[in-house]
Nanobody
Framework: QVPLVESGGGLVQFGGSLRLSCAGSGSIFRSYVMGWYRQAPGKQRELVARHTRGGDTNYVDSVKGRFTISRDNTKNTLYLQMNSLKPEDTAVYFC?????????WGQGTQVTVSS
């Protein structure tokens, strides 16, 4: 099973923006609901946003109005646009199916927001 590959993380200041990408194989994006997850130090991994095959999106309350999830099935890529970043958004971000675990986890991409 080909692992997912996340990219786009980095160090940004409070209020900044980042766009994360998640690359996978073709069958993944056409077959599954996909989600972005994050894991902060000492905390459990949590779902941040999910995107259905039909285009519906859902977000955890803490990121509503700031993050936007999207997918491009032609490019086999899932995106997460993150605006107005806060220090509490600092975490390693992963993508996977929703519910999680149908695919191998990638290494994630680190997002660090300085205050």
């Amino acid at each position: 099973q080909v692992p997912l590959v996340e990219s786009g993380g980095g160090l940004v200041q409070f209020g900044g923006s980042l766009r994360l990408s998640c690359a996978g194989s073709g069958s993944i994006f056409r077959s599954y609901v996909m989600g972005w997850y994050r894991q902060a130090p000492g905390k459990q991994r949590e779902l941040v946003a999910r995107h259905t095959r039909g285009g519906d999106t859902n977000y955890v309350d803490s990121v509503k109005g700031r993050f936007t999830i999207s997918r491009d099935n032609t490019k086999n890529t899932l995106y997460l646009q993150m605006n107005s970043l806060k220090p509490e958004d600092t975490a390693v971000y992963f993508c996977n199916t929703y519910p999680a675990g149908a695919l191998s986890w990638g290494q994630g991409t680190q997002v660090t927001v300085s205050s």
